[in-house]
């Protein structure tokens, strides 16, 4: 039986309470920040020396030599030709659905020519090197690897690095399969934060990249939010969440496996289930008890549901939004009549999923938007991991010879104004008269 928490909007500390359960603090404590501040800097002095022991310590992997670390792309295809047909099948499927969905997001430069000849504009272009997490820890995830690396082929970065721990030595062919039908450059069997370290700041045998990207458990995300400014990331993307809002009309069981979905990725993950009717949490929780002995991963499901679940009653739907807003979860499934009505009043979420038919298990595979999204609250100010993430953007200006008159008159004005001579003599040098 697994007792998960439960509150009630009406009840008077409801605010704090929610807010301790969601904390990312409990997730992230300070015992973890100093572990990965020290591989860090191991890393960073001692480079693949370190690779090597932290990959045995952590993954058990035996490796003498760093190369070693390194997959040949001989490899990956061979995996590919390897697994089952259905699943070459499902991969493509979602890589073409993946694909198809991200050439949306794709930015183009722009221009524009003002009255005097003066033009001002962006130039988009593509990172060079990106460095590609794919979490391995607990479980293998191919589908990672597509939402990983298809945004950046379509942006057009030119090289990608993938990293993919491998406990004990154990590659995952679906993974590698997966890499191979993304066009993946080079994939070194390393994970965690020394993973992370490595791309971010070079070994003798992994290239520091320009960004990274990609989830990952605790140690990755608070790697990744250490070497920022170093390399760019994408954001904080850790233990996955789910938040069900329910009216009570959705079969309990689909609404206790979808929170299971979640839960089933991690200790850490989070699941919480919302709804305006008390008997259905009760049915909720009668269908939890029911199914969960019936999956493999129930140990992990129960751990998660009891240290981080929850269940709330709320009012009505103007309650749940306003919690839903406060919570910013990953993943947000509107289980309700008419869903598209309340998603268009949600502010923060990664991924709203629409609809009793919508499970979000399908948006972690082949939906098309990317699973890799914002955690811990960070959907306030953070969105899914997209093509944009691999562009970047140069301003272009280039003055006519009359708006440099017009426009040094200004830029005088205003240097002067900030004690910057230097500044207003420029301007004003090619000023006419
Ligand atoms: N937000 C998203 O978009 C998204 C998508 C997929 C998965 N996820 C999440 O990614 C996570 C994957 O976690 P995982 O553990 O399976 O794989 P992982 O690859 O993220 O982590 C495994 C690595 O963690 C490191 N590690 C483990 N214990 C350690 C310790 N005690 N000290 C130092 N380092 C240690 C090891 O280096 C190991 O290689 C899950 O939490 C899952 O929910 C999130
Ligand atoms: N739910 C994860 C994102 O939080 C993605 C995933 C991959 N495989 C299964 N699920
Ligand atoms: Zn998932």
């Known amino acids: 039986m697994v007792e998960m928490a439960r509150l009630d909007i009406v009840q008077g500390d409801f605010w704090p309470c929610l807010e301790r359960r969601l904390a990312w603090e409990g997730v992230a404590d300070e015992t973890v920040v100093a572990t990965v501040r020290e591989i860090l800097k191991a890393i960073r002095c001692r480079g693949d020396e370190a690779l090597l022991e932290y ?26 030709v390897g697994i089952s047909r259905e699943q070459r099948e499902a991969l ?87 890499a191979a039908i993304a066009g993946v450059d080079r994939v070194f069997t390393v994970g ?12 003798e045998s992994v290239p520091r990249v320009d960004k990274i990207v990609g989830p990952g458990n605790m140690y990755v995300a608070t790697a990744k939010s250490m070497v920022f400014g170093q390399v760019g990331i994408d954001m904080i993307a850790g233990p996955s969440e789910i938040l069900v809002l329910c009216d009570g009309r959705t079969e309990p069981e689909w609404i206790a496996m979808d929170l299971f979905s979640q839960a089933e990725h991690d200790e850490t993950a989070q699941a919480i289930l919302l709804s305006p009717d008390g008997a259905f949490l009760d ?34 739907l103007d309650q749940a939004l306003e919690v839903i807003n406060f919570i910013a979860p990953e993943h947000l499934e509107l289980s309700v009549e008419d869903p598209q009505a309340l998603a268009s009043r949600v502010r923060h ?5 629409m609809g009793r038919y919508t499970a979000e298990a399908i948006g972690d595979y082949c939906a098309g938007p990317n699973h890799v999204l914002p955690t ?40 002067r104004g900030e004690g910057l001579t230097a500044h207003a003599r ?4 090619r000023l006419k008269g």
Not at 55 to 80: K, M, N, Y
Not at 400 to 412: C, E, I, Y
Not at 426 to 429: I, K, L, P, Q, R
């Open 426 to 429: 420029s301007a004003e040098y």
């Open 349 to 353: 979420a990664g991924a709203i999923f």
């Open 92 to 178: 493509q499927v979602a890589a073409e659905r993946i694909t198809a969905y991200h050439r949306h997001q794709k930015q183009e430069s722009w221009s524009y020519t003002e009255p005097d000849g003066t033009l001002l504009g962006q130039q988009v272009r593509p990172l060079d090197r990106v460095g590609l997490y794919v979490p391995g820890g607990k479980a293998a995830y191919p589908s990672s690897v597509l939402m990983n690396a298809l945004p950046a082929k379509v942006a057009g970065v030119s090289e990608l690095i993938m990293v993919v721990p491998t406990p004990k030595g154990e590659m995952n062919d679906l993974v590698l399969g997966a």
């Open 376 to 415: 811990s609250r960070t959907a306030r100010f953070s969105s899914p991991l997209g093509v944009y993430d691999f562009q970047k953007r140069s301003s272009l200006i280039q003055c006519s010879p009359q708006g440099s008159q017009t426009l040094g008159r200004v830029a005088s004005v205003l240097a």
């Open 55 to 80: 990959t045995q310590r952590f993954d058990g992997l035996e490796i003498a030599r760093a190369p070693e670390l390194e997959i040949p792309i001989s490899r990956l295809q061979a995996a590919l």
């Open 283 to 316: 049915e909720v929780t009668e269908a939890i008890a029911r199914l969960l002995p019936t999956l493999e991963r129930h140990e992990v499901i129960a751990n998660s549901l009891r240290s981080r679940g929850i269940l709330i009653k709320v009012e009505d």
């Open 192 to 203: 965690g934060a020394q993973a992370v370290a490595a791309l971010a700041f070079g070994t």
